[in-house]
């Protein structure tokens, strides 16, 4: 079993900055891509940021520019740093992280979610 636990939401002004972190740990193999999803009152869920094992990234269009994603290996996180951020961007956010428990076998987790919201 893989237990996700989040951490690093809250109020923030617009215009303000906050760091969002993912520790992974339990029977883990190695970890292929870890991500952040984020889901407003009547939205579906959307993914906002990515990285793979090798490091590539991918980002939402909204947030390219304000957010950068990143992960350390050794340690089994990743992190969100979000700057600029803007009334929009407030939502639960999720950590997800695809975990190969053994060689081969591929399972997907998601933390519990983290409030994030932007206000002034």
């Known amino acids: 079993q893989v237990q996700l636990v989040e951490s690093g939401g809250g109020l923030v002004q617009p215009g303000g900055s906050l760091r969002l972190s993912c520790a992974a740990s339990?029977?883990?193999?190695?970890?292929?891509?870890m991500g952040w999803y984020r889901q407003a009152p009547g939205k579906q869920r959307e993914l906002v940021a990515a990285?793979?094992?090798?490091?590539?990234?991918n980002y939402m269009d909204s947030v390219k520019g304000r957010f950068t994603i990143s992960r350390n290996n050794a340690e089994n996180t990743v992190n969100l740093q979000m700057n600029s951020l803007k009334p929009e961007d407030t939502a639960v956010y999720y950590c997800?992280?695809?975990?190969?428990?053994?060689?081969?076998?591929?399972?997907?987790?998601w933390g519990q979610g983290t409030q994030v919201t932007v206000s002034s």
């Open positions: 997800n992280v695809a975990v190969e428990v053994v060689p081969r076998i591929t399972r997907s987790y």
């Open positions: 339990g029977t883990i193999f190695s970890i292929n891509s």
């Open positions: 990285i793979r094992s090798g490091g590539s990234t």
